[in-house]
């Protein structure tokens, strides 16, 4: 059902990403203004990113409470998932590939780091109850480090940010995107929401039936 | 056990007492990590040669020297009791607390003797002398105690898989870098001479990553321990 909503959607979000008129403000933009139109993809990317991990958190715990192997595999699904959507960006506008001062993007690519732990510690398992135990332990470890990334290194460092931060929320707390560009881009972080859970539930599926054959044979 | 009436911290402390036997027996653990930062010091020295980077490159070396040092040996406390399968009789006699805070404290050993070799060679080599000793002393030991804490566990998960050393710093580098970040500042800051207030919220930071990580997996523990 999921799926014929998202087509239409997408599509829509697509085209308007293209009409509409560039979300950023051309006074205070640093280059080409129509490169900012990317806002309507990769910010609901980097979402999706996030929220797999915790997705993947919850279904561990799930899994540690219960040993039912269904959690594992969602956790896995999960986990999957959260690398496939999170990507690095480096905008041309920059003039540079790569800035360690960027605090979102060290954030994104330690959350790559950690996805990369995770599948080569369930590849290097070979036993499924230890793999699937310790997979989730590692899990939960890894989100409470992460955690402390997120919320307290940016204290530490009030290092510049080169993304723009009064894009959707300008100094006074008020919104400051126009009304339609508002709707298009909550529509887009709606969509690959959307899109991630129905991505989710094929890959769950799909590994419900190898789990099937493998027990059959 | 009902037979044996043995306290919690009796418990502890012969785990404890059985890693140091054991480990001074081979001294397998103790040698790797104190050769580890030997040669790695000795790399950074030979690399810089006479040029002197400034405060913030010397306190990143100085953490890099440790955390790669400690990669290289922390992960035995388990690995050693896989190849020898003696961890079925470690787990008849202690519960599993116990087993892991035991371990927690000799790899905090491990790392304090590496420490007590490792900095007067740094000063004296790299001729850099932390001018606020006190901040120094405890960044450091905050430092450490996050170490040993949150690495033990991932040695716990490490020596039932089949890549051991190679898996044991992939897995752990993502959970220690809040710890590297705080750590590396306050260092910074007893490098340059700042007060307590100057590494403020570093050392807040770093002293709540270590009560929460040791928490962890304390918690966690018993699912990695039983299996």
């Given amino acids: 059902m999921l799926k014929l909503l998202i087509f239409p959607a997408m599509a829509l979000v697509i085209v308007m990403a293209f009409v509409l008129p560039s979300p950023m403000n051309p006074q205070i933009s640093l280059g080409p203004v129509d490169a900012y139109r990317i806002f309507y993809f990769h910010v609901p990317a980097a979402w999706v990113a996030a929220l797999s991990f915790v997705v993947g958190m919850f279904q561990s715990i799930s899994y540690l409470r219960t040993k039912d192997a269904d959690y594992d595999r969602k956790a896995l699904a999960a986990n999957r998932l959260g690398i496939v959507f999170a990507t690095i960006f480096a905008k041309m506008t920059w003039g540079e590939f790569w800035n360690w001062s960027e605090i979102r993007e060290v954030s994104l690519f330690i959350l790559l780091l950690i996805y990369g732990g995770y599948f080569a510690l369930r590849s290097a398992l070979n036993d499924d109850d230890v793999r699937a135990s310790f997979s989730a332990v590692m899990t939960i470890i890894f989100t409470v480090s992460a955690l402390f990334l997120i919320f307290v290194l940016p204290r530490i460092y009030p290092a510049f940010s080169q993304h723009p931060s009064d894009t959707i929320v300008d100094n006074q707390g008020k919104m400051s995107l126009s009304p339609m560009v508002a709707i298009v881009f909550g529509l887009s972080m709606v969509t690959y929401t959307a899109l991630y859970f129905w991505l989710y539930d094929i890959t769950i599926r799909v590994d419900r039936y190898i789990y099937k054959l493998k027990s059959e044979r | ?227």
């Avoid at chain 2, 003696?86 to 790392?111: E, M, S």
């Fill in chain 2, 1 to 227: 056990m009902p037979t044996v009436s043995v306290s919690w911290a009796g418990k502890i402390t012969t785990v404890f007492r059985k890693e140091m036997l054991s480990e001074f027996r081979t001294r397998y653990a103790f040698n790797a990590i104190i050769m580890f930062s030997l040669v790695t010091l000795t790399v950074v020295s030979f690399s810089l040669g006479i040029n002197r980077p400034g405060p913030e490159v010397m306190a990143a070396l100085f953490w890099i020297i440790l955390f790669f040092a400690a990669a290289s040996g922390l992960a035995q406390v388990f690995v050693k009791e896989e190849e020898s399968h003696t961890a079925g009789f470690l787990r008849l006699y202690a519960p599993a607390t116990a087993v892991l805070i035991g371990k927690i404290i000799f790899n905090l050993f491990l790392l304090i003797c590496m420490t007590v070799l490792l900095v007067p060679l740094y000063i004296i080599l790299l001729d850099t002398i932390p001018q606020n000793f006190i901040l120094f002393t405890i960044g450091l030991l905050l430092g450490i105690i996050g170490l040993a804490g949150s690495t033990t566990i991932i040695a716990a998960i490490v020596s039932r898989a089949s890549i051991k050393g190679a898996l044991f710093a992939v897995l752990s580098f993502p959970v220690l870098l809040p710890l590297l970040v705080a750590a590396i500042e306050i260092t910074l800051v007893s490098f340059t001479g700042g007060d307590f207030a100057a590494a403020g919220s570093a050392l807040q930071l770093l002293l709540a990553y270590d009560v929460v990580m040791l928490t962890l997996s304390i918690m966690l523990f018993d699912f990695v321990w039983q299996l």
